[in-house]
């Protein structure tokens, strides 16, 4: 069995335990042992980071450049087998891990390009002969906390800018995808990144998560993940004077009104709440369905989900791959119950057999739902969603925006009104029309609103935000 160590200063490192990374697909196939640090690994990485720090700052542009566009050349270069890794490790199909493998290698390049454009502002001052310059600065050192739902994305989209700006990393991914995150640290290494700049420190988020919030050496901590998770981190780093960075849950509305294409509402929901098996911060959850078309949706989703095969992520024919453990199955069949309990017609949702043991579920949709029903409130993370009658757009505005979160919100109509009425009065970071909530550009900022996000956006050239701090400074001739 391969053993995978820690990257601590430039090292790959023993950390004491390992771990083993098990196919969700097939509980026989082991990916392979990763190491599970302890805290004191944890912060021999940040003291590596704060020491690389004082000339990583400083490098060339050029340098941190090429090191992010090899990175990114070799992901694609090697997308199949990154893709493989990712599908066999979270259980995503092998298309959406080729998929998103693909992603990060363009994430890097994007960051690449970044770190060429760096940008500041030259102004006059109000004294008449001073001028005023506003430069960007690296923060310092971040800590990098993901979660297990896109193992190369996620992490790609945060390491690649932290890098770009001129910030050390110490990146501790989510305990059930380390294989991903190792092949990145992997790939940086080859790339040549100089000792110390970017540590991988695999463990728990309780050790390895809080020794990197807790450090006074971190300047900034960017997570990924739960709500309650992120609020906790989110004090911990206020009263530490940290800067932070959140990205949290969702219950995405798509609401589909009376003039919709059926045949696209129908593909964006399934695509929306299944694909990926709904393991999606943004997965549409709540699907508002106005009157006119409401039995005609129904029957067509009942229809599309029940085609749907649910296997083996590695197998080509399969469509929805299996739920990522037994905690989260166990959440899955949880809020299926609660569902029948609340009044709900259920459809589908029952455990599979398949030819190897492995968490497969089949596809549920909640029919018969109103807005203040716990499924419709909580997130429940699996291949799920439900059905909300309303009477018109004016309801269905209301109900979307009707819930604490805020991430993304689709409409599917052909009324150019009712579109633009919806993407400006929707109270969600993203909006997509006639387009499943979830399957986001790389290259443009991608957050929520409300109890979805907290802080700066991630992606696109916002993401500079966050990864550097502004300086302004006068001058006299
Ligand atoms: P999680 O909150 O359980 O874990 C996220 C990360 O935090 C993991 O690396 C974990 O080890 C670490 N962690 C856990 N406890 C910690 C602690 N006390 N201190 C420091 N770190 C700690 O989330 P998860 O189950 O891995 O991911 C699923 C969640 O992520 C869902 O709620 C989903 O909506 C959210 N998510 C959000 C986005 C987004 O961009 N909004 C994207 C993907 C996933």
Avoid at 102 to 113: C, D, P, S, V
Avoid at 151 to 177: E, H, R, T
Avoid at 221 to 238: D, H, L, Y
């Amino acid at each position: 069995m391969s053993k995978h160590q820690n990257y601590i200063a430039g090292e790959w490192t023993d950390s004491g335990e390992f771990q083993p990374n098990v196919n969700p697909s097939d509980l026989s196939d082991v990916v392979g042992e990763y190491a599970r640090a302890d805290a004191a690994s944890a912060r021999r990485a940040v003291d590596a980071a704060a020491d690389a720090f004082a000339s990583w700052q400083v490098s060339g542009i050029q340098q941190r450049a090429d090191i992010l566009d090899k990175v990114g050349s070799a992901i694609i270069a090697r997308k199949e087998e990154f893709g493989r890794l990712l599908s066999r490790e979270e259980g995503k199909t092998l298309a959406e891990g080729i998929g998103e493998a693909n992603r990060a290698g363009q994430i890097f390049k994007f960051f690449a390009g970044e770190a060429l454009r760096i940008e500041g502002e030259k102004l006059a001052s109000v004294r008449p002969g001073i001028e005023v310059e506003i430069t960007r600065e690296p923060v310092g050192v971040v800590g990098i906390i993901t979660p297990w739902n896109f193992p190369i994305a996620i992490p790609a989209w945060k390491i690649a800018p932290a890098l770009a700006f001129g910030n050390c990393v110490v990146f501790k991914p989510a305990d059930l995808v380390p294989g991903c995150a190792w092949a990145i640290a992997d790939l940086l290494h080859e790339a040549g990144i100089p000792k110390g700049v970017f540590n991988l420190v695999m463990g728990r988020g309780s050790v390895v998560g809080q020794a990197l919030i807790q450090s006074p050496h971190v300047q900034a901590i960017t997570f990924t993940g739960s709500v309650g998770t992120g609020r906790a981190i989110a004090v911990q780093c206020a009263e530490a004077g940290k800067k932070v960075q959140l990205e949290m849950g969702g219950k995405n509305p798509l609401v589909v009104l009376d003039d919709a294409d059926l045949k696209v509402a129908v593909n964006c929901a399934v695509q929306g709440a299944y694909f990926s098996t709904g393991q999606r911060c943004t997965a549409s959850s709540r699907l508002i369905v106005t009157a006119g078309i409401h039995d005609a949706f129904v029957a067509a989703m009942k229809e599309a989900i029940s085609k749907l095969v649910v296997g083996d992520a590695l197998k080509p024919e399969t469509q929805i791959g299996p739920v990522v453990d037994a905690s989260q199955l166990e959440q899955d069949l949880a809020y299926t119950r609660i569902a029948g309990e609340e009044g709900a017609e259920v459809f589908g949702g029952r455990t599979l057999e398949r030819e190897a043991k492995g968490f497969y579920l089949e596809p549920v949709l909640f029919v018969g739902t109103h807005n203040e029903m716990r499924i419709n409130r909580e997130e429940i993370f699996g291949p799920s969603a439900s059905v909300i009658r309303v009477t018109n757009y004016e309801e269905a505005l209301a109900v979307a925006n009707g819930t604490e979160f805020g991430l993304c919100a689709g409409v599917c109509t052909q009324s150019l009104k009712h579109a633009s009425h919806f993407k400006r009065h929707s109270q969600a970071g993203m909006v997509m029309v006639n387009l499943p909530t979830a399957g986001v550009d790389y290259h443009v900022p991608f957050g929520g609103r409300k109890g979805s996000s907290y802080g700066p956006r991630e992606q696109g050239r916002y993401a500079a935000e966050f990864y550097t701090t502004v300086k302004t400074t006068y001058i006299a001739p």
